[in-house]
């Protein structure tokens, strides 16, 4: 597969992924609440872009943890118990996905991932275009590898302990 083709297929796979969790009826509705509030964080009175290409709506949007618990028109939940941000003329839209970047060594060594986050991307897909970082200067995979972290698996690891953002 060449390079424009894999570019292609990701961004379709890419723009389709948030169509499969959503409900196909028209508008929004509430996907779940527990208890007496509707999360740890609402979102309220925010102009709701779904990501289906769909108008934007008013809605509330419920986050328990660290996932979308719920989304429902505006003024639908208890606020009890809940951290309240007022979105009044802002809008909430899901997280981007970034398909090329060259952020290879960035994510261990700024796991925040702060200049990722402030641009709304919240997946990262890198070291798709055959040349990255770990790679860089060195004439074959196998010597730029081993100059650089002795094996992939290493470089593996450095991501993984970084536990990035």
Known sequence: MNRRDFLKNTLTLAALMPLAKLHAGAGPNIIGTSGTGAGDLLFT??????????????????????????????????????????GRGKALVPGFIDVHTHSDSALYRVPTADSKLMQGVTTDISGNCGTSYY???????????????GNFSVYLDLVEQASPA
Do not use: H, Q, W
């Open 45 to 86: 009175n925010v102009e709701l872009y779904d990501g289906t290409g769909k108008p934007s709506f008013m809605a509330d949007v419920a986050v328990r943890g660290d996932k979308i618990a719920a989304v429902a028109p505006s003024g639908t939940f208890n606020r009890t118990g809940c951290t309240v941000i007022d």
């Open 135 to 149: 790679l860089a200067g060195a004439k074959g995979a196998k010597d730029a590898l081993r100059k650089a972290y």
